[in-house]
C-alpha cells in the first residue's frame, strides 16, 4: 500500500482550515444522509450480507444492465485490489501513467508484470491487463469514449479496467455499464465516495461482461462492505434527485483558478477537464511545499511525487470555494515570489 495519498488531514491535529488535497467537493450537502445514518445505528448490531446481491440488483435496474453485471464493493479501492488478485500471479498489466499508483501498487502485491503506457496506442496483444483512469488522476485529463472502444476492439484478448470515479465532474461522454458489457472485455469502477463526497463510508460498485464479475465475486470476501455504508448506499439511490449540484459553475471555477495559479511565476496549472489539476513548479519541491502551505496557511495539497511518471515539482489541487481558492493562490504566489509579492493590508 502507497502512502501519500490526498486527505491525510488526520496527520495534522487540527491544524487544516482548507482542504485542497482530496478530489472532492466539499459543497455537497450531506445533512439528509447524515440524519439517515444516525437514526440506522441499529444495524451494527449484526452482520451485514455477506454478498450486496439484493443493493446490486438494484443497482443493475438503475443502471439498465443485466443481473450480474454489477459487484457492490467497499470503495474503488477493493475493487483495484481484488481484480489484481483475480488476474492472478503471472500476469501481464499495462498502467497508463502518469495515474493513481495503486494500481502498480495492487497488482505488484500479487505478483504482476507491470509496466507503463503513455498512449492506449502502445497496447499491444501481449498485454493481459490495461489500466487507466478517465477522468485521469492526477491529470484531469479525458480520453475520448470512441478512443477506448476502438483499443478494446482492437486487442480483444486484452481486459481493460477503466476506473471512472471521478464520471461526475466532467462534461465529456464516457463509457456507460451496458456498452462495457457489450464490449467484453472492460470493467469500469465507479466510485460513490466522489461523486457524494463520503470517503469515509468506503462505498463504490464494479461493472462490466457477466464472465468478468462472476470471476471477481469468486475471488472476494464476505462481509466486504458494511452496513453502514449498505444503508448509505440504498438512501443515495432513493434520494439521487435531492443532491443539487452545480457541476457546470464548479468546474468553470476550476478553470478560473487555473487561470489565476497560471499568472504566479515559477509554476504552471496544467490544462484539465475536471475540477482538479496538476500544477508544476518549476524549482520547488513538493513535499516542502506541502509542508510551508500548512505551517503558514493552514492549507493542505496533495505532492504528486508518488505518481509514477512525476517527480517533486508537482502538487495536485482540487477547486473549493472561490474565497478558499483565492488564497490558495495568495498562499501560493507569497511563498514562491516572497520579493515581489504584494500583500493586503
Not at 301 to 325: C, K
Request: hydrophobic share 40%; with cysteine.
Amino acid at each position: 500500500m502507497i502512502t501519500g495519498h490526498g486527505d491525510d488531514i488526520y496527520e495534522y491535529e487540527g491544524v487544516i482550515r482548507h482542504n485542497f488535497s482530496s478530489n472532492l467537493c466539499t459543497t455537497i450537502r450531506m445533512e439528509g444522509l447524515k440524519e439517515y445514518l444516525s437514526a440506522s445505528m441499529d444495524v451494527i448490531d449484526h452482520y451485514p450480507p455477506a454478498a450486496a446481491t439484493a443493493l446490486e440488483r438494484e443497482l443493475s435496474i438503475l443502471l439498465r444492465n443485466r443481473q450480474g453485471e454489477t459487484l457492490v464493493t467497499s470503495g474503488a479501492t477493493e475493487a483495484i485490489y481484488l481484480i489484481a488478485q483475480a488476474t492472478g500471479a503471472g500476469c501481464r498489466s499495462s498502467v497508463l501513467i502518469p495515474t493513481f499508483s495503486e494500481y502498480a501498487d495492487a497488482c505488484r502485491l500479487h505478483g504482476h508484470q507491470v509496466t507503463y503506457l503513455h498512449s492506449l496506442d502502445e497496447v499491444t496483444d501481449e498485454m493481459n491487463v490495461v489500466w487507466l483512469c478517465n477522468p485521469n488522476n492526477p491529470t484531469g485529463q479525458v480520453l475520448a469514449k470512441e478512443q477506448l472502444v476502438r483499443a478494446a476492439f482492437d486487442h480483444p484478448h486484452t481486459v481493460f479496467i477503466i476506473d471512472q470515479s471521478y464520471a461526475f465532474f466532467c462534461r465529456e461522454e464516457l463509457l456507460q455499464s451496458r456498452e462495457a458489457a457489450h464490449l467484453g472485455n472492460v470493467i469500469l469502477l465507479h466510485s460513490m465516495t466522489k461523486k457524494y463526497g463520503i470517503p469515509g463510508l468506503r462505498l463504490g460498485y464494479v461493472t462490466g461482461p457477466q464472465s468478468l464479475i462472476d470471476t471477481l465475486r469468486d475471488h472476494r470476501m464476505p462481509w466486504s462492505v458494511n452496513a453502514l455504508a449498505l444503508v448509505a448506499c440504498r438512501y443515495l439511490l432513493e434520494h439521487h434527485g435531492d443532491f443539487h449540484f452545480d457541476r457546470d459553475g464548479y468546474l468553470q471555477e476550476a478553470q478560473r483558478l487555473r487561470d489565476q495559479l497560471n499568472r504566479i511565476r515559477h509554476i504552471e496549472a496544467l490544462p484539465t477537464q475536471t475540477h482538479f489539476m496538476l500544477v508544476r513548479m518549476a524549482e520547488a519541491d513538493s513535499l516542502e511545499m506541502k509542508r510551508r502551505l500548512v505551517d503558514s496557511y493552514g492549507i493542505l495539497v496533495r505532492s504528486a511525487h508518488n505518481f509514477a511518471g512525476l517527480d517533486r515539482h508537482y502538487i495536485r489541487v482540487a477547486a473549493q470555494t472561490p474565497e478558499e481558492n483565492d488564497l490558495l493562490v495568495k498562499a501560493l504566489d507569497a511563498l514562491l515570489n516572497p520579493k515581489t509579492t504584494r500583500h493586503d493590508e
